[in-house]
C-alpha cells in the first residue's frame, strides 16, 4: 500500500527542484536475492518516474575566503520512490552477516542528478544546498551519519571535447567532507591510471574514510539482470492538480499538485536573499547564517534586541560566536552565550560605554558560562571607557611626553605615526579609552 | 443485516429458532470430518479453537443477538489465506509449520459475522494445478467417488478392486474446499481462482463455485500466485448461500490497493420469473477440442431450457480465446517467479541445513521447499522476464491480454447480458489416469474454459447441473459483466432451480451419518 506522506514529499521536493511533475508515475518490481531484501524484490519506479527534468542551483566560493561566490547549477534527471531494504552488518571475526529489517520497506527518494559537477567541492556544496531544502520542506532530516541521506558518487573523467569516460560509482560515503574527499581521490585515480595506459572499469568502489581512497567492492559476478516487472499490487500514481481534479472527490484519497505548490515554505535561495535585503548583510554572510542550524534564529534574535546595526552584529556572529563554537564544537543551541547576553553586550559597545577591545574580553568571560551579566563583568573588571576627560588628556600628554621623536614625525607631516600614539594611549589605559576621542584629543594636542 | 431481509436460510433460521445450536452443528461437522478423512480434504483441523467460536456463538443466540445469517456456521478456508494462530502451509514444505500472525481479510470477516472456522483445505501446492493432486500432504478424493450414484454407474474391473484405486479427483486447485463443502463437513467454504481453481473443482464435486469480479473483494492475506489474476472464491451448495458470504466479503480494503472504492451494497437474490428480457451469450470458441459428448449435449440443453423460457439466446465469438491459455503461461509464471521470490529460508518457512554461504543456503531451501511445479513456474516466469526477452514474451503476453479482454467488452456491449459455457472438459477423471499427465499439460488442458475469465477480471460462477453417465457431477459456466454479480448471480438461481441437480448420496463408512445428508440443514439457504 502506498504511503501518501512519501508521495507528498515527493511532489514538494520535485517542485523545489524544478521539476515537472509525472501526473502519471508507474511502480516496477526490482528483483535480486539478498538478505536484506525480504521479499527477493524491491518496489522502485523504473519506467515512469514521479519527477523528472529539474535544476538544483548551489554557490561556491572562488577562494577559500568566502569573498566571492559563484553560483552553479546541476540538472536533476528525475525523483523516483522505492523502498528501502534492511541494513546488513558483516561480522567477519564470526563470518556471519547479521540482518536488520526495520527498515526494510519504508519509503524512499531517489534524486537523480546529471553529471554536470566537475569536482569534490562542487558535489558537496551542491548536496548541501540538496540538504537545506530538505531540511526546510521537511521531507527529510537528511543528515548522513544517520543514514537519512545517502549519497553515491558516480565519477568520470575525459579530455575536453571527447565523450563522457567510463564511470565507476562510489558508495559508503558518510559525509560531506568525505563526498568531496572520495570524489577528488577517485578523478586523481581514474587520471593517473589512464595516463599510465590503463582503462577504467564500471565497477562500483568503496569509500575508505580512514586510508581516504576508494577500493573495488566486492565483485558482483557480471552484470545483474533485475527482471523488473511491473508492481501488480499498487496502480497507476495519479496526482491532480486544480484544473484536473474531479470533483466530489475524498480529499483524503488524492494528491494535488496545487495545493502543495502553494504551501511550499521559502527554499534556501529565497531565504537568503530575504536576509541580504532586510539586514543589508553580505550574500557570502547569508549562506553562513543558514549553513548552521539555529544561527539564523540567533542572528535575528541578537539584532532585534540591539541598537547595533545588523551590518555590525553580524561580524560578532561570524567572527566571534560561530569561531568559539566551532573551537569547542558545540552548537548554537549549545552557546553558553545566549542571544539575549550578546546583545545586551553590543548594546554596551554601542552606546560606547566600553571599547571593542574590551568587549572582546568581556566574550571571553561570557563564555566561562558562570552566569554574569556582561555589566557585571565590566564593573568586576574595571573595563568602562574612561568618561573623565581630564584624565584622559593628562594620558596623552604623558604618551606626547614620552615620544618625542614620534611627535616631531607628526608635526612633519606624517599623520600615520599618531596611530603609534594612540596604540600607546589604549595600552595605558588598558583598552579603556574611546580612540576616537584619543585622536582628537591627540591631535588637538599636536597642532 | 441480512438477518431482517427475508432470506430463506435453513439452518440459519433453525439456529435462530434455536432448533439446532452452533455447538452441536459444530460438533456434527469435526465428527464428519474425522469420519471422511480418507478424502484428505482438510490439512488442519482447528477443533479447539471452532468449538470455541461455537460456544460464543451460541451465548449470542441464547442472548437474542446473533451477528448475522452467517453466526454459527462452520466454514472451511483453503490454506492458501493466512489464519492467524492456526498453521498456514500452502501445501508445500516451505511453509509446513507456519503460524501466520494475521488473518486473512476475508477470514477476519467471516469471523467477526461469527463464522465458525472449522479448518484449513487441501491444494495443489502454492494453489498450482488443476487436481489438487500436488500438494505435499497428498491428493484430495472426490466425495462423489464414494456416492451410490458413482458407484451404481462404474463397472469394477475384477473384484478385488474397490473404491481405493478407482477413485477420482476433485479438480483444482481448491479441491479441499469443495470436497469438504461437497460432503457436507461445512456450509461454505473460501477457495481461490486464478485461472479457475475454484468454478473447476466446483463443477467436478457438484457444488457452487463463485469467482468474483477482480478488485471486489481483498486479497489481503492471500498468498498471492498471480497478483494481477487472483480472486478469493466462494463455494457452497447453492446459490442464496454464496450470494450471502459475497455479501460479507465483498467491498474496498485499505489494505489491497487492488480493490474499489465504491462501496458495495449486499444484496437478496430474487426469483427471476421472467428471462424474456434476458440475452444470453454462447462462445464459440468454448467448443474447444477435447470437449466431451456429454457435456456438450448439456450445454445445448441448457440453451434450450433458456430459448424455451423466452431468453433470447445467440452465440457468438471471443475470438482471441485461442491465445489465453499460451498467454496465461506467460503472464502466471513470470508473476510466480516474482511471488515466490521471497521464500528464502531467512524469515520465515523452511530453512534448510547448508550454510556453506548466504546463496548456497537459498538454493538448498528453494530446492527442498518447493515442489518440481512451482520449481518450474519459477524457473519459466525468470526466463521469460530477462532483460532480452521482456519484451517478447511479457509486454507481448499483457497486449495479447488486453485483446482477450476487450473481445468480452466487445460481446458484452453488443447487448448480451451473460454467457453460458462449460466448466470443465469432462466429468472428474479417476486419480490413476490424470496423473499420467504432468501437471504443466493437465493444467493447459483444463484451464481452457476458465482462465479467460481471470484474464479479463470478470465474475463467473459454475452452477452443477446434472450428473454424467459415470454418475459424476458435471456443471455449466455462467460468466457476468464486471461488478455486475447480481444479475450474474440471479441467473444462475434461475438455472439452479430449473435443473434440480440431485443431492449427493454419501455412503460413508460410519452410518450414523447416512442420515445427516437429509437434514434441512444441508445448506444455509
Not at chain 1, 569516460?165 to 589512464?194: C, H, M, P, W
Not at chain 1, 545586551?344 to 552566569?371: F, H, M, R, Y
Not at chain 2, 434455536?18 to 480418507?38: E, M, Y
Request: one cysteine or more.
Amino acid at each position: 500500500v502506498l504511503n501518501r506522506r512519501c508521495v507528498e514529499a515527493a511532489v514538494m521536493t520535485g517542485l523545489a527542484l524544478n521539476c515537472s511533475i509525472n501526473k502519471k508515475s508507474l511502480f516496477d518490481r526490482k528483483h535480486y536475492f539478498y538478505a536484506d531484501l525480504p521479499a527477493g524484490y524491491q518496489i522502485t519506479q523504473q519506467r515512469v518516474p514521479i519527477a523528472v527534468n529539474g535544476s538544483l542551483s548551489y554557490s561556491l566560493c572562488i577562494d577559500n575566503k568566502m569573498s566571492q561566490m559563484v553560483t552553479k547549477t546541476v540538472r536533476i534527471k528525475q525523483i523516483q520512490l522505492e523502498q528501502d531494504s534492511g541494513k546488513s552488518l558483516h561480522d567477519d571475526t564470526r563470518s556471519q552477516t547479521l540482518v536488520d529489517l526495520n527498515r526494510a520497506g519504508v519509503g524512499l527518494m531517489e534524486v537523480v542528478m546529471e553529471p554536470d559537477m566537475c569536482c569534490g567541492e562542487e558535489a558537496a556544496a551542491a548536496v548541501r544546498e540538496l540538504q537545506l531544502i530538505l531540511q526546510t520542506l521537511g521531507s527529510s532530516q537528511a543528515v548522513m551519519a544517520e543514514g537519512q541521506l545517502r549519497v553515491d558518487a558516480n565519477v568520470s573523467v575525459h579530455h575536453p571535447g571527447e565523450p563522457y569516460g567510463v564511470r565507476t560509482e562510489v558508495k559508503n560515503i558518510n559525509s560531506i567532507r568525505f563526498l568531496a574527499k572520495a570524489i577528488d581521490y577517485e578523478i586523481q585515480r581514474q587520471i593517473e591510471e589512464l595516463e599510465k595506459g590503463g582503462t577504467i572499469l564500471n565497477e562500483t568502489r568503496a569509500f575508505d574514510s580512514k586510508l581516504g581512497c576508494t577500493v573495488p567492492m566486492r565483485d558482483k559476478e557480471g552484470k545483474q539482470d533485475y527482471r523488473f516487472m511491473p508492481e501488480p499490487n499498487l496502480p497507476p500514481l495519479i496526482l491532480y492538480d486544480a484544473k484536473s481534479l474531479p470533483a466530489n472527490v475524498n480529499h483524503q484519497q488524492v494528491v494535488n499538485i496545487d495545493w502543495i505548490h502553494e504551501r511550499l515554505p521559502d527554499l534556501p535561495s529565497v531565504k537568503r536573499a530575504k536576509l541580504v535585503e532586510r539586514y543589508g548583510i553580505l550574500p557570502e554572510h547569508s549562506f553562513t547564517l543558514l549553513n548552521e542550524d539555529g544561527l539564523t534564529e540567533y542572528f535575528e534574535n541578537v539584532v532585534k534586541q540591539t541598537q547595533m546595526k545588523p551590518k555590525k552584529v553580524i561580524g560578532w556572529i561570524l567572527n566571534d560566536l560561530l569561531s568559539y563554537l566551532k573551537q569547542h564544537s558545540l552548537t548554537v543551541k549549545e552557546s553558553p552565550v545566549s542571544s539575549f547576553l550578546l546583545a545586551d553586550l553590543l548594546n554596551l559597545l554601542e552606546k560606547k560605554e566600553i571599547s571593542s577591545t574590551a568587549a572582546k574580553q568581556v566574550l571571553a568571560e561570557l563564555w566561562k558560562g558562570e552566569g554574569k551579566t556582561p555589566l557585571e563583568i565590566v564593573k568586576e573588571k574595571k573595563l568602562e571607557v574612561i568618561q573623565n576627560q581630564k584624565e584622559l588628556e593628562q594620558i596623552c600628554q604623558a604618551v606626547i611626553d614620552g615620544q618625542e621623536n614620534e611627535v616631531m614625525a607628526i608635526k612633519a607631516g606624517n599623520q600615520k605615526v599618531l596611530n603609534k600614539l594612540i596604540g600607546l594611549v589604549q595600552r595605558q589605559t588598558q583598552g579603556r579609552s574611546n580612540p576616537v576621542l584619543v585622536k582628537q584629543l591627540l591631535e588637538k594636542k599636536l597642532s | 443485516a441480512a438477518l431482517s431481509g427475508g432470506l430463506r436460510f435453513q439452518v440459519s433460521k433453525a439456529l435462530r429458532e434455536g432448533r439446532v445450536t452452533p455447538t452441536d452443528l459444530c460438533q456434527k461437522c469435526l465428527s464428519l470430518i474425522k469420519s471422511t478423512r480418507f478424502l484428505n480434504a482438510y490439512i488442519t483441523v482447528a477443533e479447539e479453537t471452532a468449538l470455541k467460536q461455537a460456544e460464543e456463538s451460541e451465548e449470542r443466540y441464547r442472548r437474542g443477538q446473533p451477528l448475522g445469517v452467517l453466526d454459527g456456521i462452520p466454514i472451511a478456508v483453503k490454506d492458501n489465506f493466512n489464519t492467524a494462530g492456526i498453521e498456514t502451509t500452502c501445501a508445500s514444505n516451505m511453509l509446513k509449520g507456519y503460524i501466520s500472525p494475521y488473518n486473512a481479510t476475508v477470514v477476519q470477516k467471516l469471523l467477526d459475522q461469527g463464522a465458525v472456522l472449522l479448518g484449513k483445505t487441501n491444494l495443489d501446492e502454492f494453489a498450482m494445478g488443476s487436481g489438487s493432486t500436488d500438494g505435499v500432504f497428498g491428493p484430495v478424493r472426490n466425495p462423489w467417488s464414494y456416492s451410490r450414484q458413482y458407484k451404481e454407474k462404474s463397472v469394477p474391473k475384477s473384484h478385488s478392486e474397490d473404491e481405493e484405486s478407482n477413485w477420482v479427483i476433485t479438480g483444482g486447485s481448491s479441491g479441499g474446499s469443495a470436497a469438504a463443502v461437497s460432503s457436507f463437513t461445512c456450509f461454505a467454504a473460501l477457495g481461490s481462482d486464478t485461472g479457475g481453481s475454484t468454478r473447476n473443482p466446483a463443477a467436478h464435486c457438484g457444488v457452487v463455485g463463485l469467482k468474483p469480479t477482480y478488485g471486489l473483494i481483498s486479497r489481503h492475506g492471500l498468498i498471492p500466485l498471480v497478483n494481477s489474476m487472483d480472486v478469493p472464491g466462494i463455494l457452497t451448495r447453492c446459490v442464496d448461500d454464496a450470494a450471502v458470504v459475497l455479501g460479507s466479503l465483498a467491498g474496498h480494503d485499505p489494505k489491497d490497493s487492488t480493490t474499489i472504492q465504491d462501496n458495495f451494497k449486499p444484496f437478496e437474490l430474487s426469483d427471476l420469473t421472467d428471462v424474456s428480457k434476458l440475452s444470453i451469450g454462447i462462445p464459440k470458441e468454448y467448443h474447444a477440442p477435447g470437449l466431451s459428448s456429454e457435456i456438450l449435449a448439456l450445454w445445448s440443453k441448457a440453451t434450450d431450457l433458456f430459448k424455451n423460457a423466452g431468453a433470447k439466446v445467440i452465440e457468438v465469438s471471443l475470438p482471441h480465446t485461442r491465445y489465453s491459455i499460451v498467454c496465461y503461461h506467460v503472464l502466471c509464471t513470470a508473476e510466480v517467479a516474482s511471488n515466490m521470490a521471497r521464500f528464502d529460508g531467512l524469515e520465515y518457512g523452511h530453512r534448510s541445513d547448508m550454510n556453506n554461504s548466504t546463496e548456497s543456503m537459498y538454493a538448498a531451501t528453494r530446492r527442498e521447499g518447493f515442489n518440481g511445479v512451482v520449481r518450474g513456474r519459477i524457473l519459466s516466469g525468470n526466463y521469460f522476464l530477462l532483460k532480452q526477452n521482456y519484451e517478447n514474451y511479457f509486454v507481448k503476453a499483457q497486449k495479447v491480454r488486453r485483446l482477450i479482454a476487450s473481445d468480452f467488452v466487445k460481446v458484452f456491449g453488443s447487448g448480451v447480458d451473460i454467457l453460458l459455457t462449460p466448466t470443465t472438459l469432462s466429468d472428474a477423471v479417476p486419480y490413476m489416469e490424470f496423473i499420467k499427465e504432468d501437471n504443466r499439460t493437465r493444467s493447459a488442458q483444463d484451464d481452457i474454459l476458465t482462465q479467460a475469465a481471470n484474464m479479463a477480471g470478470l465474475p463467473a460462477i459454475n452452477v452443477p447441473s446434472a450428473l454424467s453417465e459415470r454418475g459424476l457431477p458435471v456443471g455449466l459456466q455462467f460468466i457476468g459483466q464486471s461488478f455486475q454479480e447480481k444479475q450474474l448471480l440471479t441467473v444462475a438461481k434461475w438455472f439452479e432451480k430449473q435443473v434440480k441437480f440431485p443431492m449427493i448420496q454419501l455412503e460413508v463408512k460410519r452410518h450414523d451419518h447416512g442420515a445427516f445428508q437429509h437434514e434441512k440443514s444441508a445448506s444455509f439457504s
